[in-house]
């Protein structure tokens, strides 16, 4: 009978139906919902089939943009419905709006206006939020205890689903075919969420044997991933590959990403065996205890039963679970949005502008290339090392994550002040930088979002604190950046004598076409690191404190526990201790 529990169907479905293959398919997810990272692979296509100038095609971005970053409809969706209904949804946008901008490219349907692009894009960038909100959001609540773990590695599989994406575009389709690559972004995102649509759930947010351990492993594949994809996109750089070596290179990629299937399986059959011999122990005493509440039930209840009005203004303490409107009016989440806005907004003007920038500065076109995958590629190193570092340093030494915040935040501005500088050659060290800390920073926002604000309405809260970079994208890209590069560029016009001519891009030439820009963002980040200071002031007795001690307060009482229904049966050895039944 034992026996019977690891073979055939027995194993399968405890493999599939357990809390690391859903973590598995939240990273395939995530892996493949990198889309709107990868708009400079197939601008230039919309840009000469379509017909239209620069500030149409950066008007385009912009609502890609937008469409990534806010995600505030499959919050609330998400508040009211199981994931597989977030996820459906985002199905059906990214494939309808990436198969729509795809027929309008190869002029299979009549030239859209430009504002039905507009809008064709941004419903398929905002399918990201829908992934991200099914994916991510489900995977914190399932591992409560570990969520820097777990921001940190979902995170850092978004910051490389660019790079996967095009490895497997390559594969696919080869290399002279870039309208094929917006049909691949149209179904490959959606075919990945729908095959795994009934994995991802809910489950019992029970503390899992050996939790760290199995993240680590997930995070050292990850990193040899991404080595390989950096070493691939220098190589591809540098040489001229042939249709059969870009297929060797995405079965290499498609390997690195089914190989976390080793650790999940392995770590699925350690938990079934573990299990299973408790069952066959001869001297089980069984206790069964029925309608075990909730640990925050009474807390769930009272801001059930009170006006949400009436309380906007008196939240609950750090920690616990906040109302949406608490939240959202509170101070903490006010000095969180404009620490983002401007800390991030300022990283990523950097990155929208950095073929730009490497243009004005004199660099050659494989370089800025080279910079664009350094600055990929540290991304996610950035997501994943700020992900399991602030979880390490806060469980083993209680630094909190707002002062790691902070630091990134700070760290960036050497960045921005090296563009600022224009020092030869410091546009590689700036992409490091730049690509670091504001991967760094998606982790460290949402986490804290998490601890302070209680996961009650973690899907809503975690997509409004993303809301912050497209306003500060907007603030210190659109009306900074873009006004006063187009006034040096009419500057040089003017001083060799001539006008411009209508319809023509300007382009600017030298240190001073950025200069006073990232002067002004490194001086608001630096605004940024201080506002970050204030919350790091507020939060440090909290964080003092055991945060996620009300996740672990049932396995210290009474061990793994297994919840039938409304009740929860457990095993009480000789010792005193209890094990699974």
Request: aromatic share 12%; net charge positive.
């Amino acid at each position: 009978m034992v026996m019977a529990k690891f073979t055939g169907g027995g194993l399968s479905y405890h493999v599939l139906t357990g809390h690391w293959f859903m973590l598995f398919a939240s990273l395939l997810i995530m892996a493949a919902a990198g889309a709107a990272y990868m708009f400079g692979m197939y601008s230039n296509e919309i840009k000469t089939s379509l017909g239209y100038d620069q500030t149409t095609l950066n008007l385009l971005s912009f609502f890609k943009d937008v469409g990534a970053t806010v995600g505030i409809i499959s919050g609330l969706v998400n508040e009211i419905t199981p994931p597989w209904v977030v996820l459906s949804i985002g199905i059906i946008m990214n494939f309808f709006g990436y198969f729509m901008i795809w027929l309008a490219v190869t002029g299979q349907i009549t030239k859209p206006q430009v504002w039905l692009m507009c809008l064709y894009i941004c419903i398929g960038s905002n399918s990201q939020t829908f992934a991200n909100t099914g994916g991510t959001v489900t995977c914190v609540k399932n591992f409560p205890g570990s969520r820097g773990n777990v921001l940190g590695l979902l995170k850092g599989y978004v910051g490389l689903s660019g790079a996967i994406i095009a490895q497997l575009y390559h594969a696919f389709y080869g290399d002279h075919n870039p309208q094929a690559l917006i049909l691949l972004i149209a179904w490959l995102p959606a075919a990945v969420s729908f095959l795994f649509l009934p994995t991802i759930r809910i489950l019992n947010t029970l503390h899992q044997p050996n939790e760290n351990k199995v993240f680590y492993h997930l995070l050292y594949i990850s990193l040899a991933l991404a080595g390989f994809l950096m070493v691939l996109i220098i190589m591809q750089n540098k040489l001229s590959f042939t249709r059969s070596e870009y297929v060797a290179d995405g079965i290499v990629v498609f390997f690195f990403l089914l190989l976390p299937l080793v650790v999940v399986f392995r770590e699925e059959f350690n938990q079934l065996k573990t299990k299973t011999q408790g069952l066959s122990d001869s001297t089980p005493q069984l206790k069964v205890v029925t309608d075990v509440p909730h640990p925050n039930s009474n807390v769930e209840q009272e801001v059930q039963e009170s006006s949400c009005l009436g309380n906007i203004l008196n939240p609950p303490k750090r920690g616990e679970d906040y109302t949406i409107l608490q939240a959202l009016f509170s101070i903490d989440m006010l000095i969180l949005f404009i620490a983002t806005t401007f800390g991030a907004g300022g990283a990523l003007t950097a990155i929208d502008n950095l073929g730009q920038i490497g243009r004005s500065l004199g660099y050659p076109r494989k370089s800025i290339t080279t910079c664009v995958s350094l600055l990929s590629i540290w991304n996610y190193l950035g997501r994943v090392v700020a992900g399991y570092a602030s979880e390490i340093f806060l469980t083993k030494y209680k630094f909190p994550r707002p002062s790691m915040l902070t630091l990134v935040i700070l760290l960036s501005c050497v960045g921005h002040i090296l563009i600022a500088l224009g020092v030869p050659n410091s546009l590689y060290l700036s992409s490091v930088i730049i690509g670091f800390c504001l991967g760094a920073q998606w982790p460290l926002m949402f986490a804290i979002i998490s601890e302070v604000f209680g996961l009650k309405y973690y899907s809503t809260l975690y997509n409004f604190g993303a809301v912050a970079s497209p306003v500060g994208s907007y603030i210190l890209n659109v009306r900074l950046t873009g006004v006063l590069y187009d006034k040096e560029a009419l500057k040089q016009l003017k001083a060799k004598g001539l006008a411009r001519e209508a319809g023509k891009e300007l382009n600017c030439v030298g240190v001073q076409c950025y200069r006073m820009a990232f002067i002004i963002i490194t001086a608001a980040t630096l605004f940024a690191c201080i506002v970050s200071f204030i919350l790091v002031m507020r939060t440090r007795k909290f964080y003092k404190g055991d945060i996620y001690r009300k996740f672990r307060v049932e396995d210290e009482k009474s061990g793994n526990e297994i919840k039938i229904g409304n009740s929860i049966v457990f095993r009480e050895t000789e010792e005193g201790h209890r094990d699974v039944a």
